[in-house]
């Protein structure tokens, strides 16, 4: 079933579990990869980063594991048997002890999807720009026109996306850059509802950016919304239904 399932590079969360076998709440939520199947029920994974930095997970400790499949969302428990080098890559050898479940366990429905978007850091040099216009009276006509301008270039500026999974709260998309967790940007995300184009901004703050290892160049990131309104997170959160709604209808054709 596993391999039915679960392909080489699908993304997996990994959350350490106590003596009852219980998602500790106040244990980091670690990011991975399948990379490879070592037996039927042994993976190998890639090493989660955090910070840039390798995490090195508890060695027989045991975890939650969530796949995020093309089929939705499974888990499983399993626990560390070892970690090893291979291809310049710090990989880890995982034992799984439970059958997969499907699950859903996020706040808001989401949808697996391809939709193109753009997207833009908000970066310190534009902060301190707009905070020189509202702030600083000192400033001459012509030291505000090139602050103008050059936020201008800014916000017009922006780098295409790719959306794998939306919902009303988040989003996951990749695109051939590397982003920081913590940063702030702004997705453009236009949609049709009842037949009305919405155009949106949103103000997302990056969750978690990483590498895929099964796309060259290409980095996965997962970001929550930030200033949606209700308005248009309901508008987002029905135009999600109604895709669903028509991708079941085609399946059962």
């Excluded at 709440?25 to 670690?30: I, L, Q, R, V």
């Excluded at 995490?55 to 939705?72: A, C, D, I, P, Q």
């Excluded at 799984?96 to 850091?121: N, P």
């Excluded at 940063?183 to 509802?193: A, D, P, R």
Aim: proline share 2%.
């Amino acid at each position: 079933m596993l391999r039915e399932l679960v392909r080489i590079g699908d993304k997996i969360e990994l959350k350490q579990l106590d003596q009852k076998g219980k998602p500790i709440e106040s244990a980091n939520t670690y990011v991975s990869q399948v990379v490879d199947y070592i037996d039927e029920d042994t993976i190998s994974i890639a090493s989660p980063i955090k910070f840039n930095k390798i995490v090195m997970l508890n060695k027989w400790s045991s975890y939650r594991l969530y796949f995020y499949t093309e089929k939705g969302l499974y888990q499983c428990n399993g626990y560390m048997l070892n970690v090893y080098r291979e291809n310049n890559m710090t990989m880890i050898a995982v034992k799984l002890t439970s059958e997969l479940m499907k699950v859903q366990r996020r706040q808001y429905f989401r949808l697996e999807c391809i939709h193109d978007i753009k997207y833009r850091r908000i970066t310190g040099e534009e902060k301190r720009l707009e905070e020189k216009l509202m702030f600083d009276n000192s400033i001459t006509p012509q030291e505000q026109s090139g602050i103008e301008k050059r936020l201008e270039e800014i916000r017009n500026t922006w780098t295409d996306g790719c959306i794998t999974d939306l919902s009303g709260g988040g989003c996951r998309f990749n695109s051939g850059e590397k982003l920081n967790s913590g940063e702030k940007l702004i997705i453009k995300l236009n949609f049709t509802i009842k037949n009305k184009v919405k155009n949106l901004e949103i103000i997302s703050e990056v969750i978690v950016s990483e590498k895929m290892y099964n796309k060259t160049g290409i980095f996965e990131h997962r970001v929550e919304f930030c200033n949606i309104s209700p308005n248009d997170r309901e508008d987002l959160i029905k135009y999600i239904f109604e895709q669903e709604r028509i991708r079941r209808k085609n399946e059962k054709k």
